[in-house]
C-alpha cells in the first residue's frame, strides 16, 4: 500500500523557515523521481520543486521558488524534504508530496505565511 505522509508545516512569519518532510513507504523510493507541489486558496495546485532519483540527485524548481528553496531527499530514511527560506505570504498553501510515476499524492500539509 502505497503512503506519503507530509509534515512540517505550520505558521511562520514573513522572512521565516520552514522544512517540509514527506515520508514515503509502499514502494521503492530510491528509484522514483519525486515533486512537491502547492494549492492556495481559490488558485490551481502548482509545480514547486522536483528531484531525480539519482544518487545524489537533479532538481528543478518553479520561478516563483528558486534561489529560496531546496528540495532534496534521504533514501536511507524513504524521505524527502523541501527546506523553505525566506517565506512570502504568496507562499501560503497547502504543500503535497507527488510521486508522478505511481500517480500518488500525499494527504498535504498547511503553511501559512503571515505576521
Known amino acids: 500500500q502505497v503512503q506519503l505522509v507530509e509534515s512540517g508545516g505550520g505558521l511562520v512569519q514573513p522572512g521565516g523557515s520552514l522544512r517540509l518532510s514527506c515520508l514515503a513507504s509502499?514502494?521503492?523510493?530510491?528509484?522514483?523521481?519525486m515533486n512537491w507541489y502547492r494549492q492556495a486558496p481559490g488558485k490551481e495546485r502548482e509545480w514547486v520543486a522536483g528531484?531525480?532519483?539519482?544518487?545524489?540527485?537533479?532538481?528543478s524548481y518553479a520561478d516563483s521558488v528558486k534561489g529560496r528553496f531546496t528540495i532534496s531527499r534521504d533514501n536511507a530514511r524513504n524521505t524527502m524534504y523541501l527546506q523553505m527560506k525566506s517565506l512570502e505570504s504568496e507562499d501560503t498553501a497547502v504543500y503535497y508530496c507527488?510521486?508522478?510515476?505511481?500517480?500518488?499524492w500525499g494527504q498535504g500539509t498547511q503553511v501559512t505565511v503571515s505576521s
Open positions: 509502499g514502494f521503492t523510493f530510491s528509484i522514483s523521481a
Open positions: 528531484i531525480t532519483s539519482i544518487p545524489g540527485g537533479y532538481t
Open positions: 507527488h510521486w508522478p510515476a505511481g500517480r500518488y
